[in-house]
């Protein structure tokens, strides 16, 4: 479906006169967000489909060269399959149903599986006839404090239960292949290396031949309080530490980033419904496109210029329509002194995370997309 087509958000605003919210569609940012990865990845870069499942934000993956997706349950595998037919799905969650790996290799081809406990192994084996062509990729636990999102208390295995996975998996008549997630919003570069160096310990003591090794997702998006590096330090990085591995030949190298192709993909137009002297009342909030409020990570705001507004600002504290009193933004947004009730914001970067959580608490649910050529532009 193609999407109705603004030159701006101003031009949005203009025309829809939107009472509900919008998400803003930018395929440009999209485009050159894969075409970094593309170009700089030393191997398959595979989009994390969690982020942002959208068809919109898939199509335009797709467009721009992106064939392989890291997928976490039959229903994301089902999409990518059925939507794109020259596109290849790896079963990336550690943890599976034995009806969602049967399905997954019976009827829509997969045949990468990740694992972090030896009891997965047993299902895919009770499942899948042992075949080098399927391969088992054990998940190593990456303790690393520059994530924003911590991932390895709940997934993982030690260096002592990676090794002996990928024995067992291999003695079972499968490939193998190691992995690592760093956590999402990594602010390190240098985590990537730490994961390839436990893989490289791994490797060395389990003796078996890697069919891959996926350095995983947590690729940053450039949030405000969230300094990060350019993504493409992150490359280098991880390009270097990949290359003093001398990987065998027909190894592949993977990655699965999700928030850095998608964050700037999205923005969000909301309206100010009501203002009581500090406060704002917006038509979206933490139940809907601004979970990640939650756990502290901002996104740039700006005012939608439909008048002129003062040059004074003064902070507000936002809360979203929900009658929960915890739909409020975490801290106070700077806005015009003279923001007042029928105005509109435009939140940015929420291409990631954003659509993807959003609930139909209380009724509320934003599912208005539109595409815009412009760049959102923070104040």
């Known amino acids: 479906m193609t999407l109705p087509h603004f030159a701006s ?3 949005v605003v203009a025309t829809l006169s939107p009472s509900t919210p919008v998400y803003c569609v930018r395929p440009a940012a999209i485009h050159r967000a894969a075409r970094l990865f593309l170009d700089h990845f030393p191997g398959d870069v595979l989009y994390a489909v969690k982020c942002n499942s959208g068809a919109h934000i898939l199509r335009e993956l797709s467009r721009a060269g992106i064939r392989h997706f890291d997928t976490a349950s039959l229903a994301e595998i089902e999409q990518i399959v059925e939507g794109f037919p020259d596109a290849t799905a790896y079963f990336m969650h550690p943890i599976k149903s034995r009806d969602a790996i049967e399905s ?5 081809g997969v045949r990468h599986y990740v694992v972090d406990h030896a009891s997965e192994i047993e299902k895919i084996s009770e499942t899948i006839a042992p075949s080098r062509e399927v391969v088992i990729i054990v998940r ?3 303790h690393h404090e520059g994530a924003v999102y911590e991932l390895s208390s709940k997934f993982g295995a030690s260096v002592d239960e990676a090794v002996e996975q990928l024995q067992l998996a291999e003695q079972r008549g499968y490939s193998v292949g190691l992995a690592f997630h760093v956590g999402s919003q990594c602010l390190e570069p240098g985590a990537y290396r730490q994961g390839l160096q436990l893989v490289a310990e791994v490797a060395e003591r389990s003796s078996v031949e890697l069919k891959c090794i996926d350095v995983g997702g947590g690729f940053p998006g450039d949030y405000p309080e969230s300094v990060t590096p350019a993504i493409l330090e992150y490359l280098k990085v991880v390009s270097a530490a990949a290359a003093d591995l001398r990987l065998p030949e027909g190894c592949r190298l993977l990655c699965e980033p999700g928030r850095a192709l998608a964050a700037d993909g999205e923005s969000l137009i909301v309206q100010v419904q009501l203002r009581k002297t500090n406060s704002i009342y917006l038509n979206d909030g ?3 496109s601004l979970t990640e409020e939650n756990n502290g990570l901002r996104v740039p705001i700006r005012v939608v210029k439909t008048r002129d507004f003062s040059s004074t600002t003064r902070p507000f504290t936002a809360f ?3 009658c929960d009193s915890f739909d409020v933004y975490s801290k106070p947004i700077s806005l015009p002194e003279d ?7 435009e939140f940015g970067r929420i291409g990631a995370y954003g659509a993807a959580c959003r609930t139909h608490f209380n009724g509320f649910y934003p599912d208005t997309f539109v595409t815009v050529e412009s760049e959102f532009e923070a104040e």
């Open 9 to 11: 958000p101003e031009a």
């Open 104 to 108: 997954a290799y019976k009827n829509h």
């Open 140 to 142: 190593l636990a990456v």
């Open 286 to 288: 933490i139940y809907g």
């Open 320 to 322: 979203g329509p929900t």
């Open 339 to 345: 923001i007042r009730e029928g105005d509109w914001l």
